[in-house]
């Protein structure tokens, strides 16, 4: 049974840093890209940033590029998200998941096949 589970959101101030991260178990993970998407009360789930196979290829949304860095380590079958600067506006649950297409990083949530079930960052002002 595939699991990815998160961890490590919880309540920042504005300007300050977090990091979560995402462990699997069930997955070949060396053969997923990996991404964090968020979504905001009352708002779409969006992708914010995925990283090829190998973790030589990254890609972010405008949203938090310069102050987000996704990482992953395939020995522990972690991805990792560092969030930099944070804003209220970056408010969300965050999800990682999990992406069989190889040739491009996706940024549909229809192009994941396997999701986490969330870690809520919440950015007070």
């Known amino acids: 049974q595939v699991q990815l589970v998160e961890s490590g959101g919880g309540l920042v101030q504005a300007g300050d840093s977090l990091s979560v991260s995402c462990t699997n178990s069930?997955?070949?993970?060396?053969?997923?890209?990996m991404a964090w998407f968020r979504q905001a009360p009352g708002k779409e789930r969006e992708f914010i940033a995925g990283?090829?196979?190998?973790?030589?290829?990254?890609r972010y949304a405008d949203s938090v590029k310069g102050r987000f860095t996704i990482s992953r380590d395939n020995a522990k079958d972690t991805v990792y998200l560092q969030m930099t600067s944070l804003k209220p506006e970056d408010t969300a649950v965050y999800y990682c998941?999990?992406?069989?297409?190889?040739?491009?990083?996706?940024?549909?949530?229809?192009?994941?096949?396997?999701w986490g079930q969330g870690t809520q960052v919440t950015v007070s002002s």
């Open positions: 998941a999990a992406s069989l297409v190889r040739i491009r990083i996706p940024i549909l949530n229809s192009e994941y096949t396997y």
């Open positions: 069930g997955l070949t993970f060396s053969r997923y890209a």
């Open positions: 990283m090829s196979l190998s973790g030589s290829s990254t």
